[in-house]
């Protein structure tokens, strides 16, 4: 009488020795858990500075501190002056020199960053303002008249529109220059720039 063959996996499994419940928890319990979604940064806390203008109803964003210790902070163009005047005249923070205005290129947007100084306390702030889709930024040279330069260097080279200035105009180029040299995007493309060329 034959014997019906066995199907060779068959044998396999028999000749597998079978796992101990308690092991097989063991091993789904050592699977790696699914990653859990990142949670978004904490917004930095208003500095010294920014708690005062947040007490006198002026709207900005905290930054933080950068790396050397000042305070930071984001001011809409809309509020700038505004919040240029307080930091200017209330006694707590008296900052009557403006230091620098830069600009800054983030490629897909220009950045406009004031450094100012306190004569009396001794204390630093920076004061960014982000520019419009038109590049433009509200001029500070109601408040502090020294921005007057800067802001037309910063117009020069990274072609930030300050309005209101009195004489907004290149300051280190050419007049008929065409571009801002200073910008990711800027192109040598002026058919007078021959002098390079051998």
Request: charged share 30%; hydrophobic share 35%; proline share 10%.
């Amino acid at each position: 009488m034959s014997e019906t063959p066995q199907n060779p996996s068959d044998q396999d499994q028999a000749s597998e020795p079978k796992q101990p419940e308690h092991r097989k928890e063991h091993a789904e319990s050592a699977k790696p858990a699914p990653k859990a979604e990142e949670e978004a940064p904490t917004p930095p806390e208003p500095g010294k500075f920014g708690q005062m203008l947040r007490e006198a109803g002026l709207p900005f964003t905290p930054l933080g501190e950068a790396s050397n210790g000042m305070e930071m902070i984001e001011v809409l163009s809309e509020h700038l002056l505004d919040v240029g005047r307080f930091l200017r005249d209330d006694p707590r923070c008296r900052f009557d020199l403006l230091l620098s205005v830069s600009g800054i290129d983030m490629k897909d947007y220009r950045m406009s960053v004031v450094h100012l100084y306190s004569l009396y306390t001794h204390e630093t702030l920076v004061v960014k303002t982000k520019a419009d889709g038109e590049e433009k930024v509200q001029t500070l040279t109601p408040v502090w008249p020294a921005a007057d330069w800067h802001e037309r260097e910063s117009f020069d080279l990274m072609g930030i529109v300050y309005e209101g200035h009195p004489d907004l105009r290149r300051i280190l180029m050419p007049i008929d220059w065409i571009g801002h040299p200073l910008r990711k995007d800027y192109v040598e493309n002026d058919p007078r720039l021959v002098w390079n060329r051998r």
